[in-house]
């Protein structure tokens, strides 16, 4: 069996790449171009907003050298989870910027559009039959999440993918994906081994973030062979280790040796990582256990308010001390200041003090987070102050923020010399409207009976000439 070679630009389509990486990568003649282009790390907003949190002319940048030099090898073009979050604005955002390409570069190609909204009577009916569970530390789903969600996708697998390749689609964009599918769905359709396939587009989904040094702005080549696979980064600056790939095959999991997917789950309890070369490493003993029946993740939003916050800093050593006093009588103070004007959330984050929980301060406690807590020796001569202010409405977020910065821009203590205010704004203005705000209020697994039907394949062909267009990679 021939090795399948498959070519990640990027970690995320439009984070980009030197092109000294792509040409070598390019030159190895790869069977697949593949890259992810989304995330939910950035959090609930961008899905909720229906925005992308990557830049659009770097994502253009981007396919506007992947696009052409694949249809150029006849090649397939894989993006997954596109502008972002997958979700229908995304995916109608990332389409028009592979439109203006064909349109500006003069190509003609198939496109294959994969959605994955999930209808919310969809959802209502699949909690009705009992088909959707939590994923920890997600509470049980109602129907009232469903009715408040503003966007829904699903987590597809490989077998969409495959339609659209089977279908002879050149580029092919999908909404929420699966990270490792968009790299595993060649070899799938090919006949090679799912459980290597699968842990092979785990590493290659982050590009050359595997590699040491690390970058999600570099290019991985990947093989997929009979009993193994093999990767390797495409510049000279970096290597690929058993460490740096064993550490990655360990990103986002909380079991490290199960990792559950759409249709199945990775059992990577008899893998071997093995130093090939000086810049490459072999796996084997990968395996992919099919579960029935097949479930699909699910993320929605709701809306919970707006927000507005302002950046101070703080340097007087009295204040400093007395900084776990001094927030709390300030928030007190802006309660009594305003007890009618309803709910609203009020927090100070604080960077840069003894225990630092500006970074773990949402947790109750470190232990609790099953994290070390990490201490400062010595007493901080300054800190960063963020003030959040989150309320039904902006206008609501602005005046509790505005109030909370100001009083304690003037909050006396005990020790106090200084009458011309506490806080250092590096930002004028002090306060920054934020716009709307999101949570997570689906992120459950749901059951369904066809791993396809929620995933319509459109095919589409761009460009002059399209009734001239022929694809053959069908006997590639």
């Given at each position: 069996m021939r090795e399948l070679k498959i070519l990640s630009p990027t970690a995320i389509l439009g984070y980009g790449f030197p092109m000294t990486s792509w040409e070598e990568g390019m030159r190895r003649k790869p069977d697949v171009i593949a890259v992810d282009a989304g995330s939910t790390d950035p959090g609930p907003y961008y899905l909720g907003a229906g925005i992308s949190f990557t830049d659009r002319e770097a994502v253009k940048r981007d396919l506007a050298i992947m696009i052409p030099a694949a249809l150029k090898e006849n090649i397939p073009v894989i993006i997954g989870t596109a502008g972002g979050c997958g979700a229908a604005p995304h995916l109608q955002w990332n389409k028009e910027i592979i439109e203006e390409i064909a349109r500006e570069l003069k190509l003609t190609f198939s496109l294959a559009v994969i959605p994955s909204d999930i209808p919310k009577e969809v959802i209502s009916e699949a909690l009705q039959k009992g088909g959707i569970k939590p994923l920890h530390p997600a509470p049980e789903l109602t129907q009232a999440d469903i009715d408040d969600a503003v966007h829904v996708v699903a987590q597809m697998g490989v077998e969409p993918i495959i339609k659209a390749l089977t279908g002879g689609a050149d580029v092919i964009l999908t909404g929420r994906a699966y990270d490792p599918v968009v790299f595993a769905a060649l070899a799938f359709h090919r006949g090679y081994d799912k459980g290597l396939s699968l842990h092979l587009g785990k590493i290659l989904e982050c590009a050359a973030i595997a590699a040491t040094p690390g970058s999600g702005s570099d290019c991985m080549f990947g093989y997929v062979g009979g009993d193994y696979f093999r990767v390797e980064p495409?510049?000279?600056?970096?290597?690929?280790?058993?460490?740096?790939?064993a550490a990655h095959t360990l990103y986002e999991k909380t079991n490290p040796y199960i990792l559950p997917g759409p249709g199945g789950i990775l059992d990577l309890?008899?893998?071997?990582?093995?130093?090939?070369?000086?810049?490459?490493?072999?796996?084997?003993?990968?395996r992919f256990n099919p579960v029935?029946?097949?479930?699909?993740?699910?993320?929605?939003?709701?809306?919970?308010?707006?927000?507005?916050?302002?950046?101070a800093a703080v340097a007087d050593p009295v204040m400093i001390s007395q900084i776990d006093d001094i927030t709390p009588k300030v928030k007190a103070r802006v309660r009594d200041n305003f007890t009618g004007l309803g709910d609203y959330f009020l927090d100070f984050k604080i960077y840069g003090r003894k225990d630092n929980p500006g970074v773990m301060g949402i947790f109750s406690t470190a232990a609790g987070a099953g994290l070390t807590p990490i201490t400062c020796t010595g007493k901080p001569s300054e800190l960063a102050i963020i003030i959040d202010a989150v309320a039904p409405t902006q206008e609501t977020a602005n005046t509790i923020c505005s109030f909370a910065r100001s009083t304690l821009l003037h909050y006396g203590y005990p020790g106090r010399i200084s009458t011309a205010g506490n806080l250092a704004f590096p930002f004028s203005p002090s306060d920054v409207k934020m716009g709307d705000v999101y949570e997570f209020c689906i992120y459950h697994v749901m059951e369904t009976d066809d791993p396809c039907a929620l995933f319509p394949v459109e095919m589409i062909t761009l460009g002059l000439g399209a009734e001239l267009h022929s694809n053959e990679r069908g006997a590639k």
């Open positions: 495409l510049s000279k600056q970096r290597k690929c280790t058993t460490l740096s790939v309890r008899e893998t071997i990582f093995t130093q090939e070369t000086d810049s490459s490493v072999r796996v084997s003993g990968s029935s029946p097949y479930n699909v993740k699910l993320e929605g939003v709701k809306k919970v308010g707006c927000r507005t916050v302002s950046f």
